[in-house]
């Protein structure tokens, strides 16, 4: 019997690969507004956590910060969601995997939903999950959910489907994953090969450093 009874899935940095369109749309939004872009090694760090908190910690106010936001996804529109997108290699297999083991899985991503089914859809892979959750516009803070609300959501979207919610896991590779499922007492595999610094997996239950480690670690 597996350990897991339902699976979420982070998308950026554990899924895919979308470095090489965000970090090119990120320098356009930052010279719109002639400001200096960060340094490239700076950029990939904003790749998981909600956009609109890392412009603000790059020194915009609040309103500017979702003006900038509004702008990325603008550029990423007109590029294509799933333009310059990858998919790591072997996670695909351990998706089809995990859902001929029966077990349920969802997306719980802070990218925005209609992004990441952009990308599922490109790829293939949307109906190898049972539902898929990203984040959605948050009124109370005029920016999109955190963290937190999208695993809610999805674990509230798996039960809807029938799905044994009691013990799920969470595939992440930022802290932001580890905290927001923490608040659901939710444990987390910890994706090394995604975009987090190492001290970023403090709290996961364990770190995988392939496809092939984390198919053992979900079902054998």
Known sequence: ???????LWDVDGVIAD??????PRLREVFTSYGMQPPAPEELSRWIGPPMYESFQRSGMEREQSLDAVARYRELAARDGYAASVAIYPGVAEVLR???DAGIPQSTA???PENQVLAILDHYELTGLLTTV???????????NEDKATVIGRALTLLEAAGADVSRPVLIGDRVHDIEGAGQHGIPVIFAEWGFGDPGESEGSILQVGSATELRQALIG
């Open 1 to 7: 019997m597996p350990e897991f009874t339902c699976i």
């Open 18 to 23: 979308a470095s090489a369109g965000i970090l």
């Open 97 to 99: 995997a995990v859902q």
């Open 109 to 111: 991503s802070s990218k």
């Open 133 to 143: 959750a990203g984040s959605l516009p948050d009124p109370r803070t005029g920016g």
